[in-house]
Structures are given as structure tokens and as C-alpha cells.
């Protein structure tokens, strides 16, 4: 989900009231959002421990696109890891100490993906 874009009086362009009946303001329409190539986006795959409980999670960031596409990786990596997780905010979040693995089925799949942290 996608946050709608916050909106000043100076989006509007100095219209902000109109009398005629028959006015029909235009807006310009925003790129359609689009996920790059998997080779074009760059991972970064991190062990995480905080504010989980001292539950170990491995966070993958840096995904760019729209987030059904992020759904739809965050489905896959999970069903290969056989463990659960999220997706959300660009990061995917699968339980447990899955570094490797999910390394291994990200270059598969043709993304840059690197570890990170310690």
C-alpha cells in the first residue's frame, strides 16, 4: 500500500475555488510506479535481532517497486524457506537465520542481492 502523497496549496497550481458550474480542474496524471528489472534492483540481506524478543529474523531492503511485486517475492522466499514472515515498507521480513538461503534463491532469480551487517 502505497502512502498517497501529501498535498499543498501550491499543488494545486493558485486554483483554489472556482464559481463556474462547468469547471473541470486537470491534474497531471503521476508515472505509472513500476518495479525495475530483478538485475536493476540491488538487496541487501542483514541478520536482525532488535526489538524482536531475541528472536534472530533476516531482513531484506532496498527493493524498489510496487508492493504486490513486493508481495509476490516476499510469498516465494517464504514457501523455499518454509518459515513465515512480511513484507512491508520495501523490506521483507522471513523467521529465522535464513542468510544463505535466501542469498542462494535471490541470485537465482537474477537480483543483486549482498549481505550485510555483521
Do not use: W
Not at 33 to 56: H, I, S, W
Not at 87 to 96: L, P, V
Not at 99 to 107: E, N
Request: proline letters at 3%.
Amino acid at each position: 500500500m502505497s502512502n498517497p502523497k501529501k498535498r499543498s496549496l501550491s499543488d494545486l497550481g493558485g486554483i483554489m475555488y472556482s464559481t463556474d458550474p462547468s469547471f473541470n480542474y486537470e491534474q497531471e496524471q503521476d508515472a505509472a510506479e513500476t518495479t525495475p528489472a530483478n538485475n536493476q534492483q540491488d538487496l541487501r540481506v542483514t541478520l536482525d535481532r532488535k526489538n524482536r524478543g531475541g528472536k534472530a529474523v533476516t531482513l531484506i531492503t532496498g527493493y524498489r517497486g510496487i508492493d504486490a511485486d513486493l508481495e509476490i517475492l516476499a510469498k516465494m522466499l517464504k514457501t523455499k524457506c518454509g518459515v513465515g514472515g512480511a513484507a512491508k515498507d520495501g523490506e521483507i521480513i522471513i523467521q529465522g537465520d535464513f542468510r544463505d538461503k535466501v542469498m542462494l534463491i535471490l541470485q537465482k532469480e537474477g537480483y543483486k542481492a549482498k549481505k550485510s551487517g555483521g
